[in-house]
């Protein structure tokens, strides 16, 4: 499988550490993207890597609760898929290895040995300089002010990416992006208590379904999480990988390389195994990481067979799918 960091437009690290605070490690997101986080700790001679941490311009989440008592921290953000042109990213020079979903990795070792749906990017050290709690944060180039200057600018741009005319994405108010904001929240039918978790996760939503980046790419509209499963054409076999962990309401690219088949095949449930979406076609599935080549003869080899929906790819080097309780959601 390509890995999709080799198609990326990476950024400089663009990090700058803060004060210490509550939170064991606390990520703050003083960019225009929202970003999807990974972080890692380093103890003798393995790591344990974990992510995605979802970060809304001009807010912080914890990344991990605990108290820092590792050797050292790593951290490593992405943009989100729904947004318009390449992909960012912040990280550094130190490689280790992670899954398009959401993930936990530990790894013996200190080279990336990463095989299968795993793959290697590019992590910063964290300077916590040996307390307990940290705080650190990701900037724009150039930088933001302050945390409500990038939520501004995180707005403008997620309007944009909706297809609203937005001029300039900086921290300045103004009219054509009020009238914006305003008719996406009348076509979303917002709540009037709604705030701006719930504005950031409609408009990301919104932009995801309108972008199609390459490869094949599930997006969850649920708000339960979802575990998902993918069959393509292997040469002149098959070849079927699973399972990706799908978080309510975001997205996974299963697929990285520009699509060539005629179709892919999608199983998708939930995590107690109550199936979403399903189909007549038969592949090979364990209940454990894998990845099975031929479709032939499952349970001579140990396997067992699911039924899988074949979504047309209709000649497009990329799709997203997305899917919610029901199955397969109509565009």
């Known amino acids: 499988m390509r890995r999709w960091l080799a198609a990326l437009a990476v950024l400089a690290a663009g990090l700058s550490v803060a004060s210490p605070a509550e939170a064991a490690l606390k990520l703050c997101n003083r960019t225009s993207y929202i970003l999807y986080a990974a972080t890692s700790s380093v103890a003798g001679n393995g790591s344990s890597t974990q992510g995605w941490t979802r970060i809304a311009p001009g807010d912080c989440q914890i990344a991990r609760p605990e108290k820092l008592s590792s050797q050292s921290y790593l951290v490593y953000a992405r943009s989100a898929l729904a947004h318009s042109g390449p992909e960012r990213a912040w990280g550094g020079d130190f490689p280790l290895c992670v899954k398009d979903a959401n993930f936990t990795l530990k790894r013996r070792g200190a080279t990336a040995n990463c095989t299968g749906d795993v793959f290697a990017v590019p992590f910063a050290t964290i300077e916590t300089h040996n307390r307990p709690d940290w705080t650190m944060t990701f900037d724009d180039r150039p930088p933001f002010g302050a945390l409500e200057a990038a939520q501004l600018a995180g707005v403008k741009r997620l309007l944009k990416d909706n297809g609203y005319k937005i001029a300039a994405i900086d921290a300045k108010p103004d009219k054509p992006t009020g009238a914006a904001l305003a008719d996406f929240r009348k076509k979303m039918k917002f709540a009037e208590r709604a705030g701006n978790a719930e504005l950031f996760a409609a408009l990301e939503a919104e932009a995801a379904k309108r972008g199609t980046p390459q490869g094949y790419t599930v997006c969850n509209d649920d708000g339960a999480d979802v575990m998902a499963a993918v069959a393509e054409p292997a040469g002149a076999d098959f070849v ?8 309510g309401h975001a997205c996974a690219r299963m697929i990285t390389a520009p699509l060539k088949s005629a179709a892919v095949w999608l199983l998708a449930q939930k995590p107690g195994g109550a199936v979403m979406v399903s189909g007549a076609d ?23 067979e699911a039924g899988f929906a074949r979504t047309p790819t209709r000649g497009k080097s990329g799709l997203v799918i997305h899917i919610n309780e029901s199955g397969l959601v109509t565009p």
């Open 240 to 247: 079927t990988r699973g399972w990706w962990h799908i978080a």
């Open 282 to 304: 038969q592949f090979c599935v364990t209940s454990e990481e894998f990845e099975i080549k031929g479709r032939k003869d499952c349970a001579q080899r140990g396997y067992t």
